[in-house]
């Protein structure tokens, strides 16, 4: 497929904005406990559109492995595989535990002595592409094996389908691609190091990047944050997944998410455990719900919704309801505003490892659906399904 780039070769690090770095202590409130995702709907052909709801700073991992982003390839991961890189969870130690290869990391870690200037591993994003707003990087329990340099670069391909994807990603992987822009600057790592840095330029759209590892060594955990921007289907009578992380929803507020992030419920597939679901404490009032909000990519008819518990055993709630309000021009769109209408009639029993599917008598045009728990637990997934308006 065609390389959308405004250049054929590497631009300069030092014809770049600026990148800032982020204190340590800044990192989980910049980006990591930023709710949901913050997502910029655009259909081929037409500009980008910015959200009404929100400022735009809180952007998702864009390459994390929940979202099914792809390794495309890597030039060594001898010692550690590269694919730890996007491992949503921390990394972790296990002191004294050894491999064929050697001591067990949980991260990428490659060979010594590296004759090229840099090791590197190229992902596709888990997004048809995105913007890119910052970029994490942690050398977690590397101290004496760690990279000493990293520099991100990334590529926007137009591929859609599977076969133009696999295309796409045989041309990046290809020594002589000159596709490649750089993202963020060579910047110093250390030992066992969690750093992030904001990328200011804020216009950079991406579906492929590239970390470079200068010379070699290893990393932890590689995160791309920034902004998806979904491809819609160019007939508006097919349906799609309004609610989908990948399509532009975004879970925008709950009432608590104790045990498991609401931005889950908008992931892709059932998950692989508990832990990729929203979970919240167990509540000791009467008449407690709990309640998540969810802004779809674009305003639509829903015409079903699908409530997933799946891993939810002893802990899914009692009952849902899912509800659902046209605020479009609105800025904020609340639990107790006016205009929520029941999109599922009434409560829906659950039980453990249900996938339940809602029809509606009549569609009904949304800009946000709501999920409310009874009393309380927790829900792998929420789906909306329609068309787009």
């Not at 591929?159 to 990603?169: A, F, L, P």
């Not at 167990?282 to 969810?294: F, K, L, P, Q, Y």
Request: with cysteine; glycine share 10%; net charge negative.
């Amino acid at each position: 497929m065609e390389v959308q780039s405004s250049t054929s070769a590497l631009i300069p690090a030092s014809t770049l904005p600026p990148s800032d770095a982020i204190p340590a202590a800044e990192i989980d409130r910049t980006f990591a406990d930023c709710i949901g995702t913050r997502i910029l709907p655009v259909t081929p052909g037409f500009p980008i559109t910015l959200p009404h709801e929100g400022p735009l700073t809180c952007p998702t991992d864009l390459i994390s492995s929940s979202l099914h982003s792809k390794h495309i390839s890597h030039s060594d991961e001898f010692f550690a595989s590269a694919s730890n890189l996007t491992n949503p969870l921390p990394p972790i130690r296990r002191p004294g535990v050894y491999v064929e290869t050697g001591a067990w990391y949980d991260g990428w870690e490659t060979r010594r002595h590296n004759r090229s200037e840099y090791d590197y591993v190229i992902i596709r994003l888990g997004v048809a592409s995105g913007i890119v707003q910052g970029v994490e990087v942690d050398t977690a329990f590397f101290d004496g094996n760690h990279a000493p340099e990293i520099s991100v670069q990334g590529c926007l391909m137009t591929g859609t389908s599977e076969e133009e994807k696999k295309r796409d990603g045989e041309l990046v992987r290809g020594e002589g691609f000159q596709g490649w822009e750089e993202v963020l600057g060579k910047r110093e790592c250390g030992a066992s190091r969690r750093q992030a840095w904001s990328v200011m330029d804020g216009k950079k759209r991406v579906s492929h990047v590239r970390l470079c590892m200068y010379p070699d060594g290893g990393i932890a955990r590689f995160r791309l944050f920034g902004h998806a921007v979904p491809v819609w289907p160019e007939d508006k009578s097919q349906e799609v997944e309004l609610s989908a992380a990948t399509m532009g929803g975004v879970a925008v507020s709950c009432s608590d998410q104790h045990f498991g992030r609401m931005s889950n419920l908008i992931l892709p597939g059932r998950g692989k455990d508990m832990g990729d679901g929203w979970e919240t404490r167990r509540s000791r009032g009467d008449e407690h719900t709990d309640w998540a909000i969810i802004r779809l990519g674009a305003r639509g008819k829903v015409s079903r919704v699908v409530v997933d518990t799946a891993h939810f055993r002893g802990n899914f709630p009692r009952a849902v309801k899912v509800l659902g309000i046209d605020a479009e021009g609105q800025d904020h769109v609340g639990v107790g505003d006016n205009g929520w209408k029941e999109l599922t009639e009434g409560q829906i029993e659950t039980r453990a490892d249900m996938e339940k599917e809602v029809s509606l008598k009549s569609p009904v045009i949304c800009t946000h659906i709501q999920l409310v728990m009874i009393p309380d637990g927790g829900v792998k997934r929420i789906r909306a399904f329609g068309t787009r308006i």
